[in-house]
């Protein structure tokens, strides 16, 4: 039996979140007020990398952008008392995005994006002394298919994505829009849980 082989389509994976107020106003009006400045930022990133090869006027069309519902989630470490997270996560596909391939310097390249959009939601990363606070804007690159570099500016995959249920769900509710969710079978005596 032979089976056709699927190609894979290049996915980057970014994951948004916010818990306490800044300049664009609570954390949902932040993240929905930043949704457009975010693919906005990755369309510009997009069609830069593919200059000369594609030039084409619908190049910023060649993306999809899949977003998450939004989430309401624990604070993961930090200080104690700090109030909840709204967090959703955006999976990005498209051909143009394929025909590049992911590599270090474009990925640090969009991260920088990232940061840039912090700073203008009012996110001061300058305190370092606290570490996973509270902050008005954060956004996260947690994959391009399967690039994997470590520098100090990123860490390709995540390297806490196994720990984080504030992305894994939101990403799980992305993809399974495509897939389908999986039916679960009640448990059975030869499958104790």
Sequence with gaps: ????????????????????PGILGDPIRTIAT?????????IEWNVALNRP?????????????????????????????????INTVVVVVGESLSSVGPNEKAAISLMKKFLEL?????????????????RS???????????QINTET????????SERNFVLIPLIEVLSKDQGKPKRINSQSIWPE
């Design 34 to 42: 930043m949704r457009p400045q975010i693919e906005k930022s990755i």
């Design 154 to 161: 990123l860490i390709l995959p995540h390297p806490r994505l």
């Design 53 to 85: 090869r594609i030039d084409s006027p619908n190049i910023n069309k060649s993306l999809s952008f899949q977003w998450a519902p939004l989430f309401e989630t624990d604070p993961l470490g930090g200080p104690i008392n700090q109030p909840k997270f």
């Design 118 to 134: 912090e700073k203008i939601a009012g996110r001061e990363r300058e305190n370092t002394e606290i570490s996973w606070g509270p």
């Design 1 to 20: 039996m032979t089976y056709a082989k699927q190609k894979t389509q290049l996915k980057l994976v970014i994951s948004i979140g916010a818990n306490i």
């Design 137 to 147: 804007l954060d956004i996260d690159f947690i994959s391009w298919g399967d690039l």
